[in-house]
């Protein structure tokens, strides 16, 4: 009796073996969500909003201490006046820090988090192959990174809802938006802090590549928003605050109008699919030629 073997392809693997069977991005997304902070940040999302009900219904309306915080205060006084409005106020105050280290945290762990746990060169010996496993490990990263926002918009609006009713969205500069088209607007203004935080991930990711430590990852990527939010303060650098990846992070605001403005959103989305676009082309050029050893 003749036993037959599989020849070999002709690239030296063997005849069984699929790359694209190697890493599924259902099995990546799976692992991801048994992991504690995944879940931890997923629930903290969620909690937020009942956080912010909470402070509002304990500590009153901020316009009774005054208005000195601006724009900021303005929203505030708002917030309850419906869900849309209670919405963008939790949208607003998560923006500015929170979602920046969300999805700095889920780029930036992609691949540092396998390189301190020591798994990732037994992950490019299964085999798989490098550029399916970025691929699949970012795709994952920014499907939670998206996850997260819906959960916290879709949260806020229920809890709004609830709490305060579905009347329209009420804009700080005056002037109201009826509640179906509020809607809409609310969604928009997720949409465009997604895509305008890409810069963030895809800081994080690049940065995942160059280390084995997460936290530097996670936290490289915070200081670029941090410091670049700093520099755009700064009116001396003129029309060079254009370039900076957060310089237009606040131009959603114009949806807030009755007429809505969105001039600089497109902008500030031209520019975040750039930076995004440029940081994770470079993490794939710089790990397909990186000597893995962790």
Request: with cysteine; hydrophobic share 50%.
């Amino acid at each position: 009796m003749t036993v037959q073997t599989a020849e070999p392809r002709a690239d030296g693997a063997a005849a069984s073996y699929r790359p694209g069977k190697t890493l599924t991005f259902a099995t990546e997304f799976r692992r991801q969500f048994t992991r504690r902070r995944t879940q931890w940040t997923l629930g903290l999302l969620a909690l937020l909003p009942l956080v912010l009900l909470i402070a509002f219904e304990v500590g009153g309306s901020s316009s009774e201490g005054g208005n000195d915080g601006g724009g900021f205060d303005a929203m505030a006084d708002l917030g309850t006046a419906g869900a849309a409005n209670f919405t963008l106020f939790a949208m607003l105050v998560s923006s500015t820090f929170l979602m920046v280290v969300v999805f700095a945290m889920f780029c930036g762990d992609t691949v540092a988090g396998e390189a301190s746990w020591g798994s990732l060169r037994y992950l490019l010996a299964t085999p798989v192959p490098r550029g399916r496993l970025l691929s699949v490990k970012l795709a994952v990263a920014l499907a939670y990174c998206a996850l997260s926002m819906v959960v916290l918009t879709g949260m806020s609006i229920v809890v709004g809802g609830i709490a305060y009713g579905w009347g329209p969205l009420r804009a700080p500069l005056g002037g109201e938006i009826a509640s179906p088209e509020a809607l809409w607007r609310v969604l928009a203004v997720a949409g465009y802090l997604a895509v305008t935080l890409l810069v963030v991930a895809g800081l994080a990711f690049l940065l995942s590549v160059l280390t084995d430590a997460p936290l530097g990852a996670v936290g490289g990527a915070v200081l670029l928003f941090i410091v670049s939010n700093i520099l755009d303060a700064v009116t001396a650098l003129g029309d060079l605050r254009d370039i900076l990846p957060t310089r237009y992070t606040t131009a959603w605001l114009g949806l807030l109008s009755p007429s809505a403005q969105t001039d600089d959103m497109v902008r500030g989305v031209v520019v975040a699919l750039v930076y995004g676009t440029v940081f994770s082309a470079i993490a794939f050029w710089r790990f397909t030629r990186k000597d893995v050893t962790s």
